[in-house]
C-alpha cells in the first residue's frame, strides 16, 4: 500500500501561482498512476490532473488545462502540481490519489491511496 502526503497549499492573490506536492511512502517500488483531486466548499469532489507512472500520459480537467501541469519525480517518490494564474473558483481543498492507470484516476475508479489533503485558497 502507497501512503500519500500533501503539502504546499496555502493563501494566494487571483493571478498568482502555487505548487503543491503530494509525497510517497510505504510500497513506492509498485506502478502507478497520480492524479489530483479538489473539494470547494460545497462542491463535490473533482478531478483535476493525472498522471502515469512514466510520465508519458497526462490527463487534465478542462477547467484547469492551460494553467495547471502535473509532472512526477520518481527518485523523490513525489508528484507535483503547478497551478498558475490562478481564480477564486480554484479554492479548495486538494487530494492527491494513486490508481492503476491515468484513466482510471481520472475516472476516479479503483483509488487504492488518499491523502489528507491541502487548502488552497485564493483571494480576488
Known amino acids: 500500500q502507497v501512503q500519500l502526503v500533501e503539502s504546499g497549499g496555502g493563501l494566494v492573490q487571483a493571478g498568482g501561482s502555487l505548487r503543491l506536492s503530494c509525497a510517497a511512502s510505504g510500497r513506492t517500488s509498485s506502478t502507478y498512476a497520480t492524479g489530483w483531486f479538489r473539494q470547494g466548499p460545497g462542491k463535490d469532489r473533482e478531478f483535476v490532473a493525472a498522471?502515469?507512472?512514466?510520465?508519458?500520459?497526462?490527463s487534465y480537467a478542462d477547467s484547469v488545462k492551460g494553467r495547471f501541469a502535473i509532472a512526477r519525480d520518481n527518485a523523490k517518490n513525489t508528484v507535483y502540481l503547478q497551478m498558475n494564474s490562478l481564480k477564486p473558483e480554484d479554492t479548495a481543498v486538494y487530494y492527491c490519489?494513486?490508481?492503476?492507470?491515468?484513466?482510471?484516476?481520472?475516472?476516479?475508479?479503483?483509488?487504492?491511496?488518499w491523502g489528507q489533503g491541502t487548502q488552497v485558497t485564493v483571494s480576488s
Open positions: 490519489a494513486a490508481g492503476p492507470n491515468v484513466g482510471r484516476v481520472t475516472a476516479a475508479d479503483d483509488l487504492y491511496s
Open positions: 498522471i502515469s507512472w512514466g510520465g508519458s500520459s497526462i
